[in-house]
C-alpha cells in the first residue's frame, strides 16, 4: 500500500487525506442519523399521554428536548401553543431549520470530497503523462522504467481518485435521502401534535359553551 502511494507521487498525499475525512464522515452521520435517535417512534404518543394526565413539566419538556431532534422540535411547538396554532407552527419550523441544518452538517464536505477527488486523480493523469512524454523527448523509447513510472504514476492517481469519489458519492446521496424521510417524518408528527393539541381546545371549549348554555336554559 504504501509503495503505491509512492509510485503515485505527491498528489496521493490529499487523496488519502480525504479517503481519511470522507470514511469518518460517513461513520458519524451513520451513527447520528439513526431513525431510532432522530425520530423516536413512540415519543408523540409519550408526549401526548403525559399533557392529557397532567404530567408535564418543565423537567419533563427538557427531557423531551435533550433526546431527539424530534424532542427539540415538538418541545419549541408545546412551548407555544397557548399562543395559538400559527404562533405554534411557527416556533415549530424556525426550530425544525436549526435542526435539519445539525442533521446535514458535514454532508457538503462528503459532496466535495466526492467532486475534488476525481480531479485530483485526473491532474495526478496529467502530470505522469508530462513525465511521460518528456522522457521521450529527453531519452527516445529506450527507457522503459522512465516511461513506466510516468504511466504507473497517471493511473494509480486516478484509480486512486475514483475509489474515493465513488463510495464518497453514493453516501452523500444516500444520507441526503436518509434527512429527506426523516424531516418528512418529523414533520408530520409536528402537524399531528399541532392538531390534537388544539382540537383538544376547540373541544374544551364547546364543551364549557353547551354546559353555559344548558345552564342557562335551565334556570
Known amino acids: 500500500m504504501f509503495e503505491m502511494v509512492q509510485a503515485g507521487g505527491w498528489l496521493m498525499v490529499p487523496i488519502v487525506l480525504c479517503s481519511v475525512v470522507s470514511v469518518a464522515i460517513c461513520v458519524e452521520r451513520f451513527w447520528t442519523l439513526r431513525p431510532s435517535q432522530v425520530a423516536p417512534r413512540n415519543l408523540l404518543a409519550q408526549v401526548w399521554s403525559w399533557i392529557r394526565n397532567n404530567q408535564m413539566d418543565n423537567r419533563r419538556l427538557k427531557e423531551i428536548r435533550d433526546a431527539s431532534p424530534l424532542g427539540q422540535v415538538l418541545v419549541a411547538g408545546l412551548s407555544n401553543s397557548r399562543r395559538g396554532r400559527e404562533i405554534m407552527k411557527e416556533s415549530i419550523e424556525e426550530t425544525a431549520g436549526h435542526v435539519i441544518h445539525e442533521m446535514e452538517r458535514y454532508l457538503n464536505t462528503l459532496g466535495t470530497i466526492a467532486v475534488i477527488t476525481p480531479l485530483l486523480g485526473l491532474l495526478g493523469t496529467v502530470i505522469g503523462m508530462i513525465k511521460v512524454f518528456s522522457a521521450l523527448e529527453l531519452e527516445g523509447t529506450g527507457n522503459a522504467a522512465v516511461l513506466a513510472g510516468g504511466i504507473s504514476q497517471a493511473l ?13 458519492l453514493f453516501f452523500y446521496r444516500f444520507f441526503a435521502r436518509r434527512v429527506d424521510e426523516l424531516v418528512i417524518e418529523m414533520e408530520q408528527e409536528a402537524i399531528k401534535l399541532v392538531d390534537v393539541i388544539h382540537n383538544d381546545k376547540s373541544d374544551r ?15
Open 156 to 168: 494509480i492517481t486516478t484509480a486512486a481518485g475514483l475509489t474515493v469519489a465513488i463510495p464518497s
Open 205 to 219: 371549549t364547546e364543551t364549557r359553551q353547551s354546559k353555559a348554555e344548558s345552564t342557562q336554559a335551565t334556570s
